[in-house]
């Protein structure tokens, strides 16, 4: 209870002081345009303050190891020899006395200060580092200030200063040297500085009231760029770093987290990529791509062009190369290309699937209903929607019956279809009344010449012709799961969804469709509904079919928006990690990255691989979220 | 005139005030940490310096703060009875606090320079870990003299790191163990195998027999999917190669992919054959490995290997070697070469600082007095159930234990080699990784043993 208290009590303090120091900056640049010597006091005050504090706070001065009086001394003592400095400097504007006053000045703090250096905190000063960097620096800041157009000796001077402090401090080692070495380090930094302030003028009004402007942006900005700083900033270069640490984060390795990662089979494993050739996929993919292109010569030969968008030619196209895809990722295995097969499937299937029931229900009947409905999972979590999917592919013994929905309905097919009874009669002159009904309809579509409107039913009726076919054990002996024992006896055969590779993938990844389509549907609704009216109006006028207009009219005018949808899509799908993490663990070959960095990290302990893997998701997510602010701010 | 030294001082001023604002806070709250340190370490210096007291000796009230991974409330509860009706007669205030994340809340919790004052490790790896970074503290005298009085060197030796004792051996599971029903034995005459032959045997002929298969198999068990069969390979390595190789291949001086251990992991698989296996999700690796305790109970098959708390996951009401119909029984996981050995875990108690109070209640916890009272307490939050808990503490009296844990008892005293669960002991990118997921793998026939054992040797940590 003691520390929650006292934990409560330091975040107020620290919210309550940073809220008053930004008034205070606030109030203390009210005063730059007419009170310019209150200011000077102020400010000046002010970093005399901050550098008490540092040498103070830090116990690196004498007297400072007490309670809280025991340091505060010195920062506000330092707050008024800097404000009365700052005072001496305003009174006058000949170059030569304010020189004058900063060098002195710089003299007398660089003396004080060095002598208050407390005996364990007296630097061994490394002459040649000493000088090194404050050559170095000097040179670093002045060569900046020149490309610039500024003064190079002022630029110089500051560089030459914070290099001393560097050298002085930064590369000796603290607590071997002398009262003189302390002397030395303060002094240079101390007199440089001093030099600098030298330099500068007492600014006019028109000067004054831009650095009043100016100072306000960075008072706002502040808080905000120092919270993104701490938040995103600081992880982000620590990853980095410790990337190329080993597991422990202790020695150097370079770039060998990254090769292992690389070259791992758990990442990267090719050796049965020959299997792609043989894989049924692949050949029914390559046959839709090869009807493809048969239909893009014809369309070609007769519309002049072979490819457009809601060209019979997309249909196939785009279904081969998801076919010939998923043939690939099948056969070459291991995380990265999960991940790349999560992106591929889930993007594709998630925004197809959301712009058509998107185009669908738009001014239908209960739109908002289904819609509603639709848009349902997203509310579920992650983890929730996983566990629900894990119970419906659950297999059990099939001496049992099925607990997992999809099995049960799986093994019910297959006992409908091995069956004799008036179900399985029924189901089967079910499917072939719809047979016919489908032909029927061809027919008369062909005799009316509309061979167009016989590719949609076209599809079907080869798909449920196969079923039916299958079904009645025409060809094979029936569909479902089942097996024929060699007794010639028919016992019933569930699938192993989660734990069958490599196609378990796609089953989790039927979850997070499930969860974005809802997503894409939303936000392609709204967009399809922001199509002006004026335009879906003059096509209808000009005679175009509702499959025209939407071809050429609505799906140009959302072009962005499913830019915005995929790209959205992309992120999210690359660092996909709960679903994994709770159906199986990366467990049957079903490993992404996150999950992957999460194992390595936090249950391996290698935190070098973890952060190496963390880098990898991170540049690769890179290139999509700079193509999507890019195009957010030429959308502004 | 534009003053550049002007716009400096001024952006100087605000992240200087800034920095000032969250320095000071840190600088306040680090002063006051290191305070209540201070305070703390002298308060325990003052109560007492004698460690080695020996005799009932009283602390004044000091408080001892126990965290450890058990959260069930019988555990917990039983742990917090035993040792705050013992730390009354010391004077001593003593707190168990259960954790289930404590793994990877103790990293945090040591990190955060904020450790209790004993922690409850269900590693011993963890525990070596631990010691090597000095998080821990070497066990005083007093308690590494009252380990050797009540355990075996089998058992206390995985805590000792390099030499030193660190950690107090306090519970253990015995995970050599078949469970069955003898009237289901009875009633087709099979009789309990005594040697490894006989269990193959056994197995076989029950596959002939047609009906119950003879082994239920079923290694899923979420994120931890695979370690039953890494139990399993145990055994086996065990049984077939003796302690000695066994620690070698735990401590990698012999490779993960030797003959010995890919025949080990083979003589698995080949038991695990579609005959002899009854899954009750389809397949062993859709299985969960709690699912057995149903099938077993349903007669769905006549044999489950698994350890000494697998009791819990029977149904409600399921009678425990007590000779009744139906009741569910153990026998030892027979082995080959007559050393009778056992596969065991536990978990070790640890001290984060040597103040004469932790030790005190670190050597408690190593006695039998603490382990059958513990048992006692347990059985009675249960009302008399089974306790799940289980001690090879020398002398405790077997009569607090139920028959059922009599039995597991009888077996720890009559082995004459235990090992600690390998898996436990190998680093976790392959005791908690690829040991079980690439086993999985073999299991599920995804890959052959050889090629499971090369790929988890290349994964072994350089």
Not at chain 1, 31 to 34: D, E, G, I, S, T
Not at chain 2, 211 to 214: L, S
Not at chain 2, 307 to 316: E, I, N, Q, T, V
């Given at each position: 209870m003691h520390k929650v208290l006292s934990t409560l009590l330091t975040v107020l303090v620290a919210v309550g002081a940073s809220a008053l120091i930004w008034v205070a900056a606030n109030m203390v640049f009210n005063?730059?345009?007419?009170q310019w010597r209150r200011f000077t006091a102020m400010a000046f005050a002010a970093v005399g303050f901050l550098v008490g504090v540092l040498l103070s706070g830090n116990r690196?001065?004498?007297?400072?190891?007490?309670?809280?009086?025991s340091w505060v001394w010195l920062p506000l003592l330092l707050a008024v020899i800097f404000a009365a400095i700052g005072v001496v400097l305003e009174s006058t504007s000949d170059t030569r006395r304010r020189q004058g006053v900063g060098v002195s000045s710089g003299v007398l703090l660089g003396v004080g200060v060095g002598l208050l250096v407390r005996k364990q905190y007296h630097p061994a000063i490394d002459i040649v580092a000493l000088l090194g960097w404050t050559v170095g620096g000097a040179a670093l800041v002045g060569a900046v200030n020149l490309v610039r157009k500024r003064s190079l000796v002022t630029g110089a001077l500051v560089g030459a200063a914070v290099g001393s402090i560097l050298g002085g401090w930064g590369s000796a080692a603290i607590g071997a040297g002398s009262a003189g070495g302390a002397m030395v380090a303060t002094l240079i930094p101390a007199v440089l500085a001093g030099t600098r302030l030298g330099f500068t003028n007492n600014p006019n009004l028109q000067a004054r009231a831009r650095i009043e402007q100016r100072s306000r942006g960075v008072i706002f900005l502040t808080p905000a760029m120092l919270f993104i700083f701490i938040t995103l900033i600081v992880p982000t270069i620590r990853t980095i770093y410790l990337s190329f640490l080993d597991k422990s984060s202790e020695a150097f390795v370079a770039f060998d987290n990254y090769v292992n990662t690389f070259s791992d089979r758990v990442s990267?494993?090719?050796?049965?990529?020959?299997n792609m050739f043989t894989s049924r996929l692949f050949i029914i993919g390559a046959i839709v791509l090869a009807i493809a292109v048969v239909v893009g010569v014809v369309s070609k030969r007769r519309?002049?062009?072979?490819?457009?968008?809601?060209?019979?030619?997309v249909g196939p196209l785009l279904v081969g190369f998801f076919l010939v895809a998923f043939a690939v990722f099948t056969s070459f295995r291991g995380t990265i290309v999960n991940n790349l097969w999560w992106v591929v499937t889930v993007v594709f299937a998630a925004t197809a699937m959301g712009l058509a029931i998107a185009v669908l229900a738009?001014?239908?009947?209960n739109e908002k209903v289904a819609k509603s409905l639709i848009f349902?999972?997203?509310?579920?979590?992650l983890v929730g929607a996983s566990v629900i999917w894990r119970f419906m592919y659950v297999p059990r013994d099939t001496s049992t019956e099925q607990t997992g929905t999809l099995n049960a309905l799986w093994v019910g097919l297959g006992r409908l279809s091995t069956g004799s009874g008036l179900p399985t009669i029924f189901v089967g002159v079910l499917v072939g009344c719809i047979l016919l009904g489908l032909i029927v309809y061809m027919s008369r579509a062909l005799a009316r010449s509309?061979?167009?409107?016989?590719i949609v039913p076209g599809i079907g009726f080869v798909l449920l012709a196969w079923f039916f076919v299958r079904y009645t054990g025409?060809?094979?002996?029936?569909?479902?799961g089942f097996d024929i024992t060699a007794s010639g006896q028919v016992v019933p055969r569930a699938i192993s969804f989660v734990q069958e590779s490599p196609f378990n993938n796609f089953w989790l990844m039927v979850i997070l469709i499930w969860i974005q389509t809802g997503f894409a549907m939303v936000i392609l609704s709204a967009a399809i509904k922001a199509v002006p009216g004026e335009l879906l109006e003059a096509a209808r006028v000009d005679g175009g079919t509702p499959s025209q207009i939407f071809w050429r009219i609505t799906l140009p005018q959302i072009g962005t928006t499913i830019g915005v949808v995929v790209t959205t899509l992309i992120v999210l799908v690359m660092k996909v990690f709960d679903i994994v993490k709770v159906v199986t663990n990366g467990n049957f070959g079903t490993q992404v990255l996150a999950n992957d960095m999460f194992a390595q990290a936090f249950?391996?302990?290698?935190t070098g691989r973890g952060a190496a893997l963390a880098v990898i998701l991170f540049v690769s997510v890179l290139p999509v979220m700079y193509y999507n602010i890019r195009r957010m701010q030429k959308g502004n | 005139m534009r003053s550049p030294l002007v716009k400096f001082a001024a952006v100087c001023t605000v992240l200087a005030l800034t920095a000032a604002a969250c320095g000071s806070d840190k600088k306040s709250s680090t002063a006051g940490s290191t305070g209540t340190t201070v305070k703390a370490t002298a308060g325990s210096t003052g109560g007492s310096t004698?460690?080695?007291?020996?005799?009932?000796?009283?602390?004044?009230g000091a408080k001892v703060l126990i965290t450890g991974p058990e959260r069930d409330d019988p555990s917990a509860g039983a742990i917090n009875a035993v040792l705050q009706t013992w730390g009354k007669t010391r004077g001593l205030d003593i707190t168990y606090a259960g954790d289930a994340d404590w793994e990877a809340n103790i990293n945090t919790q040591v990190q955060g320079g904020n450790p209790p004052d004993i922690g409850i490790f269900p590693q011993p790896g963890k525990l070596a870990e631990f010691a090597r970074a000095k998080s821990i503290k070497p066990l005083a005298d007093n308690v590494t003299a009252s380990i050797k009085k009540f355990w075996s060197p089998d058992y206390s030796n995985y805590a000792n790191v390099d030499g030193v004792q660190y950690g107090v051996p306090v519970k253990t599971d015995l995970k050599s163990l078949v469970w069955y029903q003898p009237d289901k034995f009875k009633a087709k005459g099979y009789k309990v195998p005594t040697t490894f032959d006989e269990f193959t045997a056994l197995v076989k002929k029950m596959a002939a027999d047609g009906?119950?298969?003879?082994l239920c198999v079923g290694i899923e068990s979420?994120?931890?999917?695979?370690w039953p069969f890494t139990d399993w390979t145990e055994e086996m390595v065990l049984r077939q190669d003796g302690g000695d190789v066994y620690n070698q291949w735990v401590e990698h001086k012999?490779?993960?992919?030797d003959p010995k251990i890919v025949k080990a992991m083979d003589t698995v698989l080949g038991l695990w054959s579609k005959d002899n296996v009854f899954a009750s999700g389809g397949n062993i690796a859709a299985t969960?490995?709690?699912d057995n305790a149903q099938a077993l109970f349903d007669g769905k098959c006549y044999m489950h290997r698994q350890?000494?708390?697998?009791?819990?996951?029977?149904?409600?009401g399921t009678k425990f070697a007590?000779?009744?119909?139906g009741a569910v029984d153990v026998f030892y996981f027979p082995d080959i070469n007559g050393d009778k050995p056992v596969l065991t875990a536990g978990t070790y108690a640890a001290g984060f600082n040597d103040k004469a109070a932790t030790m005190a209640v670190l050597e408690y916890m190593s006695t039998a007095d603490y382990a059958q009272k513990r048992q006692a307490e347990q059985t009675k939050l249960l009302n008399?159930?089974?306790?799940?808990f289980l001690s090879a503490a020398i002398?405790?009296?077997?009569?607090?234990?139920q028959p059922l844990e009599q039995g597991f008892l009888k077996i720890l005293s009559e082995s004459k080699l235990s090992r600690f669960d390998g898996s436990d002991q190998m680093p976790a990118a392959v005791g908690a990784g690829t040991f079980w997921t690439l086993g999985t793998s073999a299991v599920n026939g995804d890959l052959t043993a050889q090629k499971a054992a090369d790929q988890i040797e290349a994964s072994w940590p350089k």
């Open positions: 005063q730059v345009r007419h690196i001065t004498k007297n400072s190891q007490g309670g809280f009086l990267w494993d090719a050796s049965h990529w020959t519309t002049g062009r072979a490819v457009e968008i809601g060209n019979p030619t738009d001014n239908a009947k349902m999972p997203l509310a579920i979590s509309q061979p167009t409107r016989t025409l060809i094979g002996d029936g569909v479902g249950q391996f302990g290698n | 004698t460690a080695t007291g020996g005799a009932a000796k009283d602390f004044g009906g119950p298969k003879p979420g994120t931890a999917t695979g012999i490779s993960f992919n969960n490995f709690g350890a000494s708390f697998f009791s819990g996951f029977f149904p409600k007590d000779g009744s119909a008399g159930g089974l306790s799940g002398g405790q009296d077997p009569s607090v234990y």
